[in-house]
């Protein structure tokens, strides 16, 4: 049980398609550092193992309290996620603790539901909207070695059309 | 050191291609730069760094065949070194929008300025033939300890004065 750095790009595990992971003892340490880390910034509402150079397929997050957030499933670790379903899709700009500095318009779906297992094996699965089916999307993107600006939507706002002149 | 370059001219395909082909062969590296069509003229400006013993007139001399060849207006000038750093204040965004008038971009600029606020980027664009709309968006930093309300009151102002809506909102940025 451990804080951890948070890597930055270009370390290359967090462009590398990451491995699933066994549920058992070992899952639940990586997945206790996970949680601890993202706990460790206030600002951290999820963290993948990619990101604290484990390239395994797990991931924590935790919404609660956010203004943004409308479903709030709690704490969730999940080993093996996969998104079952997806609806709606919406523009925000997003920004990620690995690649600090950078922000980008980036297109997501605004209802999803996850499946996958706990960190002991229990199969879950979980549905949200609104912030919360961002957050999800964003950190099992992590886990396929997608970082947002592998899906930045345009440059500035979506608001001024594009033009023909001539 | 570090040059400005500035090109425009008439939108066509192979601007980027033929300005940034002079400047790899020159051994300049292409640091910040902004590029976007305005009103049909495609417009760049470029932080190059050149390397030893290069200089801006050089570089200038180099562009202007191509450059000429495409009618693109260019300028390379040396700028000072800046120092980077992280912008410290808080981040908002400001949107005026409404009939086209004079002094717009004027009037929210210089309250802007009085109020210590340092313009990040700023976009205007006219919108529409029949009843042109004109939008302007902008992102903004406020100063630490700067009054969000009182600024955000005095655009509204503004606003009111121009006959032109605007919104002032803190940007929102998901870090994930």
Do not use: W
């Amino acid at each position: 049980v451990a804080v951890r750095p948070v890597l930055h790009y270009p370390a290359g595990v967090l462009k590398a398609t990451a491995s699933p992971v066994e549920p058992g003892p070992e899952a639940e340490a990586l997945c206790a550092d996970l949680v601890d880390t993202m706990r460790a910034s206030p600002a951290c509402v999820g963290l993948a193992a990619p990101q604290i150079g484990e390239s395994a397929r797990a991931f924590c997050m935790d919404v609660s309290g956010h203004p943004k957030a409308s479903s709030c499933a709690g704490l969730v670790v999940l080993l093996n996620p996969v998104i079952v379903s997806h609806d709606g899709s919406a523009v925000t700009r997003e920004g990620c603790m690995s690649l600090p500095d950078f922000t980008g318009n980036v297109r997501r779906a605004t209802t999803v539901t996850v499946r996958g297992t706990g960190p002991d094996g229990t199969e879950l699965e979980i549905s949200a909207d609104a912030f919360e089916a961002r957050a999800l999307q964003h950190e099992i993107d992590h886990l396929d070695g997608l970082l947002f600006l592998d899906r930045v939507s345009s440059l500035t706002a979506d608001l001024f059309p594009r033009q023909r002149y001539r | 050191m570090h040059v400005a370059v500035t090109a425009v001219g008439l939108d066509r395909p192979g601007i980027v291609a033929t300005v940034s082909r002079v400047l790899f062969d020159f051994g300049g590296n292409i640091e910040d730069s902004r590029m976007a069509i305005l009103g049909g003229h495609f417009a760049m400006v470029l932080i190059v760094d050149l390397p030893e013993g290069r200089d801006a007139p050089e570089l200038e001399k180099a562009l202007a065949e191509p450059a000429g060849a495409l009618d693109l207006i260019t300028t390379v000038r040396p700028v000072a070194e800046a120092e980077a750093g992280r912008a410290s204040g808080s981040p908002y965004v400001v949107s005026v929008y409404g009939a086209d008038k004079p002094g717009i971009v004027l009037r929210v600029s210089q309250t802007l300025a009085e109020n210590g606020v340092n313009i990040s980027d700023l976009a205007t664009h006219v919108v529409g033939d029949q009843e042109p709309v004109y939008v302007m968006i902008l992102e903004v930093d406020l100063p630490p300890g700067a009054q969000a309300d009182a600024i955000s009151d005095a655009l509204k102002a503004i606003g009111s004065d121009l006959g032109v809506d605007v919104a002032f909102n803190p940007m929102d940025t998901e870090t994930l």
